[in-house]
Nanobody
Framework: QVQVVESGGGLVQAGGSLRLSCTASGRTFGSTVSMGWLRQAPGKEREFVAAISYTGGNRYYLDSVKGRFTISRDMNKNTIYLQMNSLKPEDTAVYYC????????????????RGQGTQVTVSS
């Protein structure tokens, strides 16, 4: 079992920035764990926003966030970050950290271990 805990959400004006953090624990020791972020806005389907491989050498981004969001990883702490710049009102959603017990995957279905979510609200 893998536990993930995210933090860093909040309220920001359009054009502003936020950084989300997430740490994985539990069955991570000795495992190759990819990590990523999903989001869900009210009335909309969940989106797979970004992911980073176990080594950090592979990254995935949702088209609408490319060039604005950056995912990174601290291998020593099994922690990932999502730096979100130039935020738009349409980025408003609950953001969920997720982990997959695989070195790399671009399929959100593999990211079965998910946190409770953190709210990101971007005002216009």
């Amino acid at each position: 079992q893998v536990q993930v805990v995210e933090s860093g959400g909040g309220l920001v004006q359009a054009g502003g920035s936020l950084r989300l953090s997430c740490t994985a624990s539990g069955r991570t020791f000795g495992s190759t764990v990819s990590m990523g972020w999903l989001r869900q806005a009210p009335g909309k389907e969940r989106e797979f926003v970004a992911a980073i491989s176990y080594t950090g050498g592979n990254r995935y981004y949702l088209d609408s966030v490319k060039g604005r969001f950056t995912i990174s990883r601290d291998m020593n702490k099994n922690t990932i970050y999502l730096q979100m710049n130039s935020l738009k009102p349409e980025d408003t959603a609950v953001y969920y950290c997720a982990a997959a017990l695989t070195p790399w995957s671009e399929s959100q279905d593999d990211y079965e271990y998910r946190g409770q979510g953190t709210q990101v609200t971007v005002s216009s």
